[in-house]
Structures are given as C-alpha cells and as structure tokens.
C-alpha cells in the first residue's frame, strides 16, 4: 500500500519518533508519497528502504494510497484539505504543535498508532465539510472548509453590516467585525474564542458565530446543517475578507456568499479510545482545580 506524507519542519528531538514511525509502515507500505518541502527536512535522518515519490505543492496523491499522515499541528493538518480534496484519502494527523485537537497523536502515542495503523485496528471519523456555492470559483476548485467559512473586515476603523438568511429566511443583521459559519469540528477553533458553543463531531449541526458584535444581545446560533446560509455585506469599507480556515480572498461589499454542508466529509483516522468528552476535558484543561 502506498502512504502520503505531509508536515512542516519539526524540532530535532522528534526525530527518532518519526523515524521509527516510518520503520514500522516499511512493513507493509509498498512505496512513500512525500510533499517535496517536508521530504527534503526528513532526508538528512531517514533512510528508506521503500521507494518514495514526490508531490508538488497541493498537488493530490494518488487515488490510490491507502492514507496520508500530516506531521505538524492542527494548522498543518487543514492544509491537507486540498490536497486530498473529495478523494476520501483518510489523514491520521500527529501533533508536534501545541493544542492538537485534529492532530490528536502525541508524541508518546505514535508507537501505538503505527501499530495500529498497521494492523487495521482503527476507526474513521467522518467530519463534516463547508463548501461555499457563490460566488464560484473564488477559490477555484478548493471551495470547502473543514472548520469554518469567515467574513472579517479589513478596516480596523469601522465595522461590517452582514444580513444573514437561513434557507431563505432572514435571521439577522449583524454589525460587527466580522461573522463566522462553522461545522462541530470548527466549533473548538475562532468560534469557540468568539463565544460559540463546543459541538460534538457527529453532531448534524452548524453555529453561526458574530465577532465583536456591537449588539451584546445577539449570541451564536445552532442551526441544521442541512440549511443553505446566505450572507450579504455592506459597509463604509469597500472590500471584506472571505476565509475558509486559513485560505482567504477580498472581495467587494456587493457579493452575495452563499454556504452549505459539502457533499462529501473529512475522513480522519481515530486510533485507539475515540473519546470528544475526554479530549476536550484534556485539551482545555477541564477539572484542574485543587478541589477535585
């Protein structure tokens, strides 16, 4: 089987752990796909016995590689998106970052999960993905989002007006700094340090999110992901930023954006316990109290 490679540059104390990862995969991967960037940080240490391809930049694996490992944090494991883009490519994301909630793989974990990964004796999470539908071609082929789709101003002096619809029906005008749409996945990122609500993964929902509303009576709202989200922007300011996670274009206050649920998923690879509660509790340090 063919495994795909993808992470950005790591300290030298990580080393010998990824190196024994790759040693474990050499016994039943047939051949490497390596992200030239990273393959060209791992070369100096690593000596392998299986042949490696290289891939350009966003360039897709092959459909036939029976997964792609991203080695970095949760920002490195989002720029997977466009690389296996509606393939279905399961990723296992290991975290040499610091929070970690995609990238759930610690250092002290890879053993097992190479194992694991080996032996079959893991699970798939399929993830809800955002793709926005208007305009199209804004972001060419790469129109979706795992975490969030986010309107932002650009201009620090003034706020955005942004009408937002629900399948058509009007919700709300926020006047605010920006706006955030995003899927239970996306709920522990910017919406979460906006005030939005954790959601959990298999959760059918999204939640719309304001930042820095000047109206401190209006609240994120939970909503079905089966709707159609459709924002207007108008403002002083004569351009605004669209991002889905970290990609983002400008675009002028007469565009209309209209988002939904993707008609496919994220498919991450869950090794060992598969606990949201438990995660949450650990990575944002529920119950560390001298009282408990």
Same mark, same amino acid.
């Given at each position: 089987?063919?495994?795909?490679?993808?992470?950005?540059?790591?300290?030298?104390?990580?080393?010998?752990?990824?190196?024994?990862?790759?040693?474990?995969?050499? =016994?039943?991967?047939?051949?490497? @796909?390596?992200?030239?960037?990273?393959?060209?940080?791992?070369?100096?240490?690593?000596?392998?016995?299986?042949?490696?391809?290289?891939?350009?930049?966003?360039?897709?694996?092959?459909?036939?590689?029976?997964?792609?490992?991203?080695?970095?944090?949760?920002?490195?494991?989002?720029?997977?998106?466009?690389?296996?883009?509606?393939? &279905?490519?399961?990723?296992?994301?290991?975290?040499?970052?610091?929070?970690?909630? @995609?990238?759930?793989?610690?250092?002290? =974990?890879?053993?097992?999960?190479?194992?694991?990964? +080996?032996?079959?004796?893991?699970?798939?999470?399929?993830?809800?993905?955002?793709?926005?539908?208007?305009?199209?071609?804004?972001?060419?082929?790469?129109?979706?989002?795992?975490?969030?789709?986010?309107?932002?101003?650009?201009?620090?002096?003034?706020?955005?007006?942004?009408?937002?619809?629900?399948?058509?029906?009007?919700?709300?005008?926020?006047?605010?700094? &920006?706006?955030?749409?995003?899927?239970?996945?996306?709920?522990?990122?910017?919406?979460?340090?906006?005030? &939005?609500?954790?959601?959990?993964?298999?959760?059918?929902?999204?939640?719309?999110?304001?930042?820095?509303?000047?109206?401190?009576?209006?609240?994120?709202?939970? +909503?079905?992901?089966?709707?159609?989200?459709?924002?207007?922007?108008?403002?002083?300011?004569?351009?605004?930023?669209?991002?889905?996670?970290?990609?983002?274009?400008? @675009?002028?206050?007469?565009?209309? @954006?209209?988002?939904?649920?993707?008609?496919?998923?994220?498919?991450?690879?869950?090794?060992?316990?598969?606990?949201?509660?438990?995660?949450?509790?650990?990575?944002?340090?529920?119950?560390?109290?001298?009282?408990?």
């Amino acid at each position: 089987m063919k495994i795909a490679f993808f992470g950005r540059p790591f300290d030298p104390g990580f080393r010998d752990n990824f190196r024994f990862l790759i040693e474990v995969l050499e =016994e039943k991967a047939t051949a490497f @796909l390596f992200y030239e960037d990273f393959y060209n940080h791992v070369k100096e240490f690593i000596r392998f016995t299986k042949p490696v391809d290289l891939l350009g930049a966003g360039q897709a694996p092959h459909s036939d590689t029976f997964c792609l490992v991203s080695v970095g944090g949760d920002g490195t494991l989002l720029d997977t998106i466009s690389m296996v883009q509606d393939s &279905g490519i399961p990723v296992l994301g290991i975290n040499t970052g610091r929070l970690g909630f @995609l990238s759930a793989i610690s250092t002290d =974990e890879i053993k097992d999960a190479a194992r694991s990964l +080996i032996s079959g004796d893991y699970s798939i999470d399929r993830r809800t993905m955002l793709q926005l539908t208007e305009p199209q071609g804004l972001f060419g082929n790469i129109n979706y989002a795992l975490n969030e789709l986010t309107v932002l101003k650009r201009d620090n002096s003034t706020m955005i007006t942004i009408s937002a619809y629900v399948d058509d029906l009007f919700l709300n005008t926020y006047w605010a700094d &920006g706006l955030i749409v995003a899927t239970p996945t996306g709920s522990t990122g910017y919406s979460l340090s906006c005030g &939005g609500p954790i959601i959990s993964p298999e959760s059918k929902n999204l939640v719309i999110t304001p930042i820095a509303t000047h109206n401190l009576t209006v609240r994120p709202i939970v +909503i079905p992901d089966s709707s159609k989200v459709k924002l207007r922007i108008s403002g002083r300011t004569q351009d605004y930023l669209v991002l889905l996670d970290s990609r983002s274009k400008a @675009l002028s206050t007469t565009t209309e @954006l209209i988002v939904k649920r993707a008609p496919f998923s994220f498919n991450l690879i869950c090794v060992g316990e598969k606990d949201f509660y438990k995660t949450i509790r650990n990575k944002l340090a529920w119950g560390l109290d001298r009282r408990n």
